[in-house]
T-cell receptor, first 115, second 112 residues
Framework: GESVGLHLPTLSVQEGDNSIINCAYS??????FIWYKQESGKGPQFIIDIRSNMDKRQGQRVTVLLNKTVKHLSLQIAATQPGDSAVYFC??????????????FGQGTILTVHP | NAGVTQTPKFRVLKTGQSMTLLCAQD?????MYWYRQDPGMGLRLIHY???????AKGEVPDGYNVSRLKKQNFLLGLESAAPSQTSVYFC???????????FGDGTRLSIL
């Protein structure tokens, strides 16, 4: 299968713990951010997004925090389950000008949840 | 609702051969994108389209061509495949700016 995991940051947690996955972005003009989950052999799956006029957004078991001062994004997963094991990507978009929704992706973080 | 469908799922080519990867979306999205994913490098944009009949270059366009003859379809072509194009290719679509892109499950392409 694909070896997406080479040299990626890893996070190992126990089932039931909370997980925090971090992402540093580079473009201070970026104003839209997305987190994706990618399971082995599958395409990236949308988890949650946030616009730059917000610093926190909550979904079902997930929370995204945005700190524009230090250009940092985090994804918090509550009560992590084995099914959450995957590679997680952050992505940023600068909607100004002619970006046409183009996203710049981070390299990803491997989350492993132990039963 | 199928979302984004990519065909084929797997393909092995010899150097110099050509092929076309197909992407279809049923969400009436304006924007469509082709990415490649290589180990440790995340997703890199090859080409994209902002509407029927339009295409534009992304970050790594060399060696690829695209066409968007119908709104729901976005084709990625390799005219003369090279081993460096061995990768997993993903297609995505979105409705407009600041909306999530929705991805297909990829085409795994090996060039020998």
């Amino acid at each position: 299968g694909e070896s997406v995991g080479l040299h990626l940051p890893t996070l190992s947690v126990q089932e039931g713990d909370n997980s925090i996955i971090n992402c540093a972005y580079s473009n201070s003009a970026s104003d839209y951010f997305i987190w994706y989950k990618q399971e082995s052999g599958k395409g990236p799956q949308f988890i949650i997004d946030i616009r730059s006029n917000m610093d926190k957004r909550q979904g079902q078991r997930v929370t995204v925090l945005l700190n524009k001062t230090v250009k940092h994004l985090s994804l918090q997963i509550a009560a992590t389950q084995p099914g959450d094991s995957a590679v997680y990507f952050c992505a940023e978009n600068n909607a100004g000008g002619t970006s046409y929704g183009k996203l710049t992706f981070g390299q990803g973080t491997i989350l492993t949840v132990h039963p | 609702n199928a979302g984004v469908t990519q065909t084929p799922k797997f393909r092995v080519l010899k150097t110099g051969q050509s092929m076309t990867l197909l992407c279809a979306q049923d969400m009436n999205h304006e924007y469509m994108y082709w990415y490649r994913q290589d180990p440790g490098m995340g997703l890199r944009l090859i080409h994209y389209s902002v509407g029927e009949g339009t295409t534009a270059k992304g970050e790594v366009p060399d060696g690829y061509n695209v066409s968007r003859l119908k709104k729901q379809n976005f084709l990625l072509g390799l005219e003369s495949a090279a081993p460096s194009q061995t990768s997993v290719y993903f297609c995505a679509s979105s409705g407009r700016d600041q909306q999530p892109q929705h991805f297909g499950d990829g085409t795994r392409l090996s060039i020998l």
